[in-house]
């Protein structure tokens, strides 16, 4: 076996496993893909004999990483960078962030995430809307969704559009921002660029913002770029999220829509949106359901898609007519 130097990250894997034993290393294979596992286990087994020294320093290494990882939840990469330099002197404690780094790809804007909405909000609501899409984007949805609603109208599907076409960032940019959000942030973060954004972050932003604010933005983005708004629209609320419904909105639903239509759209659905459904018929009615469905036979998946498309284009706009009620973010959703 090569020294702990010439070592691949795929063979230190292999060794920590091996020196974890078969118990342990069953449970880190859980949280493994297919590939990964299979690449792992052809790497153990091509190892013959490990020295007991090398085992030692792979164990070291790995606890060194566990540490600063630990370090980093605690106050971001500039914290650990400080903790490590202390425990390790400088050299060590580089070589620690560079491999935890690499190897763990720590996600930017770890310590933003860590925040106050309200705080967030302060300080970056006076910059460019670039800057504050890129920021948002990194941000678990509910915090993002605050501080979107707290954003001047004006600005507020400017940010959205922005979030929604965006691709790839420059791990540079990234860099520039994170030092005017956090002075001592590392700059030794991944080079590859880091995907970010995209309509999926844009919906899950918009799901965690107030009615009132979605209405604004997606009426701003209908005229900026109708195409883009439909897209979002689409993937704001699905049929499976009919279980969020209380059972007054999933009965005027159920009256709205064609029973057909409902019919095919619980075909492929889940045991736990049918049985909401047919909790909310009389029970002559979800017989009825039950037996025609099965009486139905194979079906289309696309007739499917199609019947729950229209089935949520109805809560939508029951949602738009105040008929319904659909729970999100803010104190919009508050009934008095």
Known sequence: MRQKSALTGKQKAAILLIALGPDVSAQVYKHLSDEEIESLSLEISSVKKVDASLKEDVLEQFHQIVVAQDYISQGGIGY?????????????????????????????????????PQQLLNFIQGEHPQTIALVLSYLDAEQAGQIMSALPQEMQADVAKRIATMDSTSPEIISQVEQVL?????????????????????????????????????????????????????????????????????????????????RLALKVASEEVKNIIFSNMSQRMAETFKEEMEYMGPVRLLDVEEAQTRIVATIRRLEDIGEIVIARGGGDDIIV
Not at 82 to 111: M, Y
């Open 80 to 116: 650990a960078k400080t903790v490590l330099e202390k425990a390790f002197g400088k050299q060590e404690a580089s070589n620690i962030i560079n491999r935890l780094t690499s190897s763990l790809q720590v996600r930017p804007f770890d310590f933003a995430r860590k925040a106050d």
């Open 182 to 262: 956090e002075r001592n942030l590392s700059t030794a973060l991944t080079e590859d660029f880091t995907k970010t954004g995209g309509i999926s972050a844009v919906v899950e932003v918009l799901n965690g913002v107030d009615r009132s604010t979605e209405r604004t933005i997606l009426d701003a983005l209908e005229i900026q770029d109708p195409e883009l708004a439909d897209e979002i629209k689409k993937r704001m609320f699905v049929f499976e999220d009919i279980v969020i419904l209380d059972n007054r909105a999933i009965q005027r639903v159920i009256r709205e829509v064609e029973n057909e239509d409902l």
